[in-house]
């Protein structure tokens, strides 16, 4: 059965950063693509970017609102994915979802619980 | 604004069945596979369908989703109440390149 088991999450004050974590078991993390997918209180659903397996060549592509102030990464050798969220502002408020991206380029097919992040002064 | 355009509500009766649209472009829809999500309330979404409307594992045949041109439609026959959440399609966009969701359409069971 393929989990992903988010940590991190927390309230935070404007400016400030945080860096959210999620485990992936299952399947071969190593061969796995992975996103990160946010939801503000009341909205939609918005991607925020998604990381190739390194034999995929490992590329990183970002949504524009976040580029620059986001940063995925991942330990393979934990098979752990990363959200390092820096300069963090109030709209950034929202849940985190991290995805494991069975179909590639996109699909995603199985999620995390969610970890909510809030940003206040 | 969403780069996918869906209605904000559909409903049914217990029975009915309702059709949700999702509109896009060439660089969206257009070029790509098109993903279903279903979302309950305070719940993490799950996958509908996968690429070329093969359904995700227990996801009842009442679902079926289609593509045509730069649009997409899930249709759920048979109306449950269980079918109450929302739901948002997405796709990968060549142009942006990213994936963009549409915002999503709250299903009512009446």
């Known amino acids: 059965e393929v989990q992903l088991v988010q940590s991190g999450g927390g309230f935070l004050k404007p400016g400030e950063s945080l860096r959210l974590s999620c485990v992936l078991s299952?399947?071969?993390?190593?061969?796995?693509?992975m996103s990160w997918v946010r939801q503000a209180p009341g909205k939609g659903l918005e991607w925020l970017g998604r990381?190739?397996?390194?034999?995929?060549?490992?590329?990183?592509d970002y949504a524009a609102p976040v580029r620059g102030r986001f940063t995925i990464s991942r330990d393979d050798s934990k098979n752990t994915l990363f959200l390092q969220m820096n300069s963090l502002k109030t709209e950034d408020t929202a849940v985190y979802y991290c995805?494991?991206?069975?179909?590639?380029?996109?699909?995603?097919?199985?999620w995390g619980q969610g970890t909510l992040v809030t940003v206040s002064s | 604004q969403s780069v996918l355009t869906q209605p904000p509500s559909a409903s049914g009766i217990p029975g009915q069945s309702v059709t949700i649209s999702c509109s896009g472009s060439?660089?969206?829809?257009?070029?790509?596979?098109v993903d279903w999500y279903q979302q309950f309330p305070g719940a993490a979404p799950r996958l509908l369908f996968y690429?070329?409307?093969q359904r995700a594992s227990g996801v009842p045949d009442r679902f079926s989703g289609s593509k045509s041109g730069t649009s997409a439609s899930l249709a759920i026959s048979g109306l449950q109440s269980e079918d109450e959440a929302d739901y948002y399609c997405?796709?990968?966009?060549?142009?942006?390149?990213?994936?963009?969701f549409g915002a999503g359409t709250k299903v009512t069971v009446l």
């Open positions: 990381i190739k397996s390194k034999g995929s060549g490992g590329t990183i």
């Open positions: 299952g399947v071969t993390y190593s061969d796995a693509w």
């Open positions: 060439s660089s969206n829809i257009g070029s790509n596979s």
């Open positions: 995805t494991w991206v069975e179909k590639v380029p996109s699909t995603m097919s199985s």
């Open positions: 690429p070329n409307n």
């Open positions: 997405a796709a990968w966009d060549v142009r942006l390149n990213g994936y963009v």
